[in-house]
């Protein structure tokens, strides 16, 4: 009965979201850690994978827009680190709250699961899955029966402000979209837990600060729509310190699953910023308190660690690690964060150390460590009498004398003053001597020293305060400088940026502050911190000169484009043209026939010198040499196979230099030959990653890969991750047999073009439906279409990335939907983007967007009057990637390759004009047709939104994936579910 009933409530929740199914506007940000869940179900069936469907909970409708248990003793100790979580050692160390002590669930009551909003509807109730199911468990699985569906966990730390993960919360519209969730537990056995209070329903109104690095710190703090008046803030240790040995347990949400307590875990190894802990902890615990087991005070938050999962026999197990190997989840440490979180008034911390005693694990009631009861107060002295100085109470009146008669009115003669006491001395209540003045050089040295904290509160009050002594701090402007440059909380580089427009800077002291700069723009390990060294750099113009070498390195091959963007807008700041300082020469070089120039360095001998960079443990200098190899063309043949073999690197960024450096050098079948043992090697490669690279590798040689057709066989058939059997079979596709269409024009195939351009005769047809419901297309109107080329499938990752590694593209977002950066998607459609991106790839192509009529007219397979592309059958999975199977994409919870469901193509051979991804055109939005071109253009119109066309794996209406279902978006805007295609006329 409660199955049924479970199930009704899911359908209901279903209906009421499919109701509100028309607005405007793109998917919000995904919140997941970003770890793809088991993908591409359809494709490995085909390729011999076992029971590998992934059922998941039925989700909300989008918009319409843009414990004990067997382990398999073989269990890869050697897995790589993503915000993915496991367990340590021989035990599952993970209890359920109605198992916890009363002190461990004091503390879980304080904290939250984060759910995305659809997932929680208006009254409590919580959109949740089977997690066996959802996840493909095998039986013995603990937890197996329960529901999941949170995304992260938190803890409350304020009123009204909650501690997570940064990759969480990494932007405005993971918050907007992102609902809290107080008591997601189950209270006694047996008795699931699907609806809580509305009133333990929370959203994030604003972010106070967010960070991630991802080989550092990873936090984010984010400021509730109301204060929390049911649940105590928890209390953190604010002493900093950490060490080897200390007990340790933590309160998360496993894999979405109500909250779970895992202790007997202790700390590892301790750095700087976070430290490592044998925590048994999974997905779905990124931002999940951990607190001592001694003192239960937060010591950090939990944000990453190894795979959860390995596949066994057709299911999936929880992996083990042996914590002798070093292994270990990655906890944020709360020194990180101390300083923005506001310290409790009442505190019953002494010396920075807590008076409670240890909540974990407990045989003995607990005392109160954070017992919402008040204590009593504590008597208090009679007050000692204050002097009379301001007495409240009035004095007694005074006799008064009886009136004497009054002189004449006109006495011209003044009555004599009557006498006056003296005035008693007053007290000295405020001692009018001034206090010493403090020098100016001994506050500004106070203040360096406070810019250099490590509580990020100390650091920015130092900052405004040396700001408000203006040039009275001059000597503190080198350390201003450097903390304007290289802090990395957002507020303290803000504040001291402000301080120094007040302290001003010259040539001496940014001379100071330079190496530190510099220093950072080096070693700088994420993306955003070389950034703001560059930018800070950039802002101090000509002052900055000493920097240009340094700056010309990071242009020239900083591995990401943005850095090397900022580098040149910088340099152009520090060395304007005209600019007379030596060092400016190399941004403004002397003409050809002033220069002097180097002997020539013969061409083997570069080659060999960049053969060894290829080889190098360092990804930059991979890279690096890859790009000088490309540069060098068919003078670096010699380098062929080398970079073939670089092509299968673990890295997406060394395989896309090493593919466009192949791309410039050539090679032919002796240098195929040399590298194919190497690549066969590969396939073996413990890192599944390595394997599905070297099989996308070997795909792209087609027919001169045929030596390694049967270790690509051995990988589609036994390879126990579902990624690389796909790319082994795409692989094996290429090089044995066509899969491409009969009617494709292959002639027109180039390298880094879309695979494939159809060819779409032109003719006249019926745009738009009066009968679909779409009330923005109609009405039905006759447009003449001109013959044209489409490309045959979406613009993939593999493809937008040429783009961006050769500067005609910015980047696409990141995140937990988005196929940007993700291993495995280099054949997936590029998402994530918006219309201006798409253009501009069009335009690096030599091609552009398609018109609306012309998308419309190749949708219906050259305008014939059907519903879908395929036909008039309804959209089912073996036609369209599409909401199916209970989870977005068919079961996949993401996009699929291009054309892997080909039976839903165009009689013309388009793949994916309905599902997978949405599509942009060139149109500006009309809410009808009337008015509409009739001779296939485009229609434009100034500051409007922009159109995409065909449905989505992330759509739940299946009408979406009609031909003729319109869609708008802001241009600027980019959707998880948004990708494009490119058209060329005739």
């Known amino acids: 009965m409660k199955a049924k009933l479970a199930t009704l409530t899911c359908a209901a929740l279903v209906v009421f979201f499919l109701a509100h199914r028309r607005p405007h506007g ?140 940064g990759h969480v919360i990494a932007n405005v519209e993971d918050c907007s979209s992102a609902r809290i969730v107080f008591g997601f537990a189950l ?35 984010i400021k509730l729509d109301r204060e929390v008046r049911n649940h105590v803030p928890l209390r953190i240790n604010r002493s900093r310190q950490i060490n080897t040995g200390t007990e340790l347990f933590t309160i998360g949400h496993p894999r979405g699953l109500p909250v779970k307590i895992a202790g007997g875990a202790s700390v590892g190894r301790v750095l700087s910023a976070f430290f490592l802990a044998d925590l048994d902890v999974f997905s ?66 002494v010396g920075n150390q807590p008076a409670a005693q240890p909540v974990h694990p407990q045989p003995v009631p607990e005392p109160p460590v954070h017992d919402p009861v008040p204590p009593a107060p504590k008597p208090q002295p009679a007050p000692a009498p204050k002097p009379p100085v301001h007495d409240p109470v009035p004095p007694a009146p005074k006799p008064q004398p009886a009136p004497v008669p009054k002189p004449p009115v006109h006495d011209p003669v003044p009555p004599a003053p009557k006498p006056q006491p003296a005035p008693a001395p007053k007290p000295p209540v405020h001692d009018p001597v001034p206090p010493v003045p403090v020098p ?65 800077v010259d040539q001496g002291e940014a001379s100071e502050a330079l190496p530190g700069i510099v220093s950072a723009l080096k070693s700088g390990k994420t993306t955003f911190a070389r950034k703001t060294a560059v930018e800070a750099l950039g802002e101090l113009g000509p002052l900055a000169v000493a920097a240009v070498a340094d700056l010309l390195k990071a242009k020239a091959a900083d591995s990401n484009l943005q850095v090397r963007a900022a580098a040149g807008a910088a340099l152009a700041k520090i060395c304007p043209p005209g600019g007379s300082a030596s060092a400016c020469s190399a941004v403004n070089p002397a003409p050809p026939e002033q220069q002097p120039q180097p002997a020539p360095v013969p061409d083997s001998v570069q080659v060999e010198n960049l053969v060894r960079g290829l080889k190098s443990d360092s990804v930059e200098e991979r890279i690096a040499a890859a790009r000088k190899l490309g540069a060098m063309g068919q003078r670096a043949r010699a380098a062929a196979s080398d970079l073939l073999i670089a092509s299968a690197d673990g ?21 195929v030959s040399e590298a194919l043992p190497m690549l066969v090697d590969l396939l073996k490669h413990p890192k599944w990653e390595v394997r599905m690279f070297t099989a996308l590798a070997l795909g792209k040689l087609g027919p001169m890969a045929s030596g390694a057709v049967d270790a690509l066989i051995a990988a589609k058939t036994r390879d126990s991750y579902v990624d690389v059997r796909v790319a082994a079979e795409a692989a094996l596709t290429k090089i044995i047999g066509n899969g491409g269409s009969a009617s494709a ?125 395929w036909g008039n059958d309804e959209p089912t999975c073996d036609k369209a990637v599409m909401f199916g199977k209970g989870v977005f994409g068919c079961g996949k919870n993401s996009t699929m390759p291009v054309c892997s469901n080909t039976a839903g193509n165009t009689a013309q051979g388009l793949c994916d004009m309905a599902g997978n991804v949405r599509q942009w055109v060139q149109d500006s939005y009309q809410d009808s047709y009337k008015g509409a071109p009739t001779d296939g253009s485009a229609f434009e119109a100034a500051d409007s939104y922009r159109v995409m066309r065909g449905g989505s794996f992330y759509d739940l209406d299946a009408s979406y994936l009609r031909a003729d279902f319109r869609n708008s978006l802001d241009p600027g805007r980019r959707g998880v579910n948004v990708g494009f295609r490119l058209a060329r006329s005739q």
């Not at 406070?450 to 040039?471: F, N, Y």
């Open 187 to 221: 209270k006694e056995a047996g008795q699931p837990v699907d609806k809580v209070p509305p009133s333990e329903v929370y959203s994030c109104r604003e972010i106070v600060s967010t960070y991630r690095d991802d080989s550092g710190a990873d936090y984010a703090l």
């Open 440 to 504: 100016d050089s001994i506050q500004v040295e106070n203040l360096v020293s406070g810019l250099r904290s490590a509580s990020v509160g100390d650091r920015i009050t130092a900052a405004r305060k040396l700001g408000a002594m203006g040039q009275r701090a001059r000597a503190a402007a080198s350390d201003l400088l450097i903390a304007s440059a290289t802090d990395g909380i957002a507020l303290v580089r803000d504040a001291a940026a402000e301080a120094l427009r007040a302290v001003g």
């Open 745 to 869: 024009d292959s002639s027109d195939h180039t390298p880094g073009a879309p695979d494939i351009w159809i060819t779409i005769p032109g003719g006249k047809f019926m745009m738009g439906t009066d009968s679909g419901g779409f009330e923005d297309s109609k009405p039905v109107h006759k447009v003449a279409i001109k013959t044209f080329k489409m490309s045959k499938t979406a613009v993939t990752v593999e493809q937008y990335a040429e783009c961006v590694i050769k500067g005609g593209c910015t980047e696409p977002d990141t995140g937990n939907y988005c196929n940007w950066g993700k291993p495995g998607r280099q054949l997936h459609p590029v998402n994530c983007v918006d219309w201006y991106q798409a253009r501009a790839y069009a335009k690096f192509k030599g091609a552009r967007l398609p018109s609306e009529a012309e998308w419309e007219y190749a949708a219906t397979s050259g305008g014939r009057n059907q519903e879908y592309p």
């Open 284 to 349: 779905g615990n990124s931002g999940s308190a951990v607190f001592n087991a001694r003192t239960g005070l937060i010591e950090g938050i939990l944000v990453r660690a190894q795979e959860d999962y390995e596949l066994v026999r057709g299911c999936n197990v929880s992996k083990r690690y042996d914590v002798s190997d070093g292994a270990g989840a990655h906890v944020t440490r709360i020194a990180e964060i101390a300083g923005l979180i506001p310290e409790p008034e009442g505190s019953s911390i």
């Open 651 to 671: 890295d997406i960024r060394v395989i896309q230099a090493a593919n466009l450096a192949l791309r410039s050098v050539g090679m032919d079948q002796k240098e």
């Open 26 to 165: 793109d998917i919000p940000g995904d919140l997941r850690d970003a770890v793809a869940d088991s993908a591409l179900a359809d494709l490995a069936r085909n390729a011999g994978a076992e029971n590998v469907e992934v059922p998941a909970p039925k989700p909300a409708p989008g918009r319409k827009t843009a414990s004990g248990r067997t382990k398999s003793a073989g269990a890869d100790q050697a897995a790589a680190m993503s915000h993915a979580k496991a367990l340590f050692g021989l035990t599952d160390d993970r209890r359920d709250y109605y198992q916890a002590s009363s002190g461990e669930k004091r503390l879980a009551d304080s904290v939250v699961s984060l759910f995305k909003s659809f997932s929680v509807a208006a009254d409590g109730r919580l959109l949740l899955s089977n997690y066996g199911s959802r996840y493909n468990l095998c039986p013995d699985e603990a937890f197996r029966e329960q529901n999941c569906g949170a995304i992260a966990s938190g803890a409350l730390v304020g009123p009204d402000l909650i501690l997570t993960a």
